[in-house]
């Protein structure tokens, strides 16, 4: 059974990055067709698709996020990587890890709440 571990800070300042880390367990990030995305989800809204990453390392951005989000991935650890630059408050959110294909998830992390806050 596939399982995913985020790690990651749960208070960031503004203007700064946050960075978080997903670890997948019981299965490989290199499957053919395994697509890893990040979702997060502000407080009082909707689930809201960041980007992910496609199982040949290829990666995808949400349009409105695409200027401030990298996603990366390091294959001799499974696991991959989301960092969000210049953050403010309103990136204040719910971030979970996610894995399935390339439009739909299969597998979630556990949510873990980021607070942008000086």
């Known amino acids: 059974q596939v399982q995913l571990q985020k790690s990651g800070p749960g208070l960031v300042k503004p203007s700064q990055t946050l960075s978080l880390t997903c670890t997948v367990s019981g299965g490989s990030i290199t499957t053919r067709y395994y697509f890893s995305s990040w979702i997060r989800q502000p407080p009082g809204k909707g689930l809201e698709w960041m980007g992910g990453i496609r199982y040949d390392g290829n990666t995808y951005y949400s349009p409105s996020l695409k200027s401030h989000t990298s996603i990366s991935r390091d294959t001799s650890k499974n696991q991959f990587s989301l960092q969000l630059s210049s953050v403010t408050p309103e990136d204040t959110a719910v971030y979970y890890c996610?894995?399935?294909?390339?439009?739909?998830?299969?597998?979630w992390g556990q949510g873990t709440l980021v607070t942008v806050s000086s």
């Open positions: 996610a894995g399935g294909g390339l439009g739909y998830v299969e597998i």
